[in-house]
């Protein structure tokens, strides 16, 4: 027996979409029959990965730039269904050599993006649709070089519930991911990357690393399933249930 397609005849709109978690999420709802724009901030990317997941549309520009992002959902042909905003890595640095601008621009990328979003889904998601953000788990380590990216985490589960309200019945939800093995965690342990690889895949509890695949498997229950609002869901393999993570 086959299953029906989860999100036939659906639009989803995936901003961050050309690589990682965003490219395999439009991977995945394409195969669940909705039509993909993808958008990010290079076209050239943006076309390759297009080509590769069967997206309908795509669009070039920096989703900060509160009128570039205003310009793409004015521009969209009509309502959609979904919206997933995937995000750049976070800003590790002690506190002795935090900088503003980057930590604004950190704050920028990780909590005012879900608002500005929000702000613009009025009117153009479909009540009952899904706005639908990325970030970190909740329960990372203390450690020095952690102290934004902490407070980040710990910020947008409570600015989701509460856009949760505020723009209902547009639905909000959050995924907050550990270690995914994407290029984004290549870049951002560099040659630790292996390493960190075999650790994780013989301490989790899954024995193995979560892939961009399952989150993209998250991310369509959430879009399908519309008793959730307000929501962050952990997905990590168990790795906030091991000592010291």
């Known amino acids: 027996m086959t299953s029906e397609p989860q ?25 669940e029959g909705a ?5 990010g901030r290079h076209a050239d990317r943006l076309k390759q990965a297009a080509a590769e997941v ?67 889904a009025v009117g153009r998601v479909r009540p009952g649709g899904t706005l639908l953000f990325m970030a970190g788990t909740r329960g990372g380590g203390r450690a020095a070089g952690l102290s934004l990216i902490a407070a980040n985490s710990a910020a947008l589960p409570a600015l989701v519930a509460n856009l949760a309200v505020e723009i209902a019945p547009i639905r909000v939800n959050l995924i907050a991911a550990g270690f995914v093995d994407s290029p984004l965690s ?18 989790l509890p899954i024995r193995r690393v979560v892939e961009p695949a399952d989150v993209a498997a998250l991310a369509v229950h959430l879009m399908s399933n519309t008793a959730v609002t307000g929501a962050t869901y952990d997905i990590d393999g168990g790795q906030q249930l091991l000592p010291g993570e």
């Open 7 to 31: 999100l036939a005849g659906q639009t989803v709109v995936v901003i961050g979409g050309s690589s990682g978690i965003g490219m395999e999420t439009a991977r995945r709802v394409a195969q």
């Open 186 to 203: 290549a870049t951002l342990l560099g040659a630790d990357v292996d390493k960190r690889r075999a650790q994780l895949r013989a301490t």
């Open 54 to 120: 069967g997206a309908r549309d795509t669009a070039a520009f920096d989703a900060t730039d509160q009128a570039a992002l205003s310009g793409f959902f004015g521009g969209l042909p009509g309502p959609v269904d979904h919206v997933l905003v995937t995000g750049p890595g976070p800003y590790y640095a002690p506190l002795a050599e935090l900088e503003h601008d980057r930590g604004q621009l950190d704050w920028d990328h990780h909590i005012w993006l879900p608002v500005a979003v929000a702000q613009q």
């Open 35 to 39: 039509g993909v724009i993808i958008a």
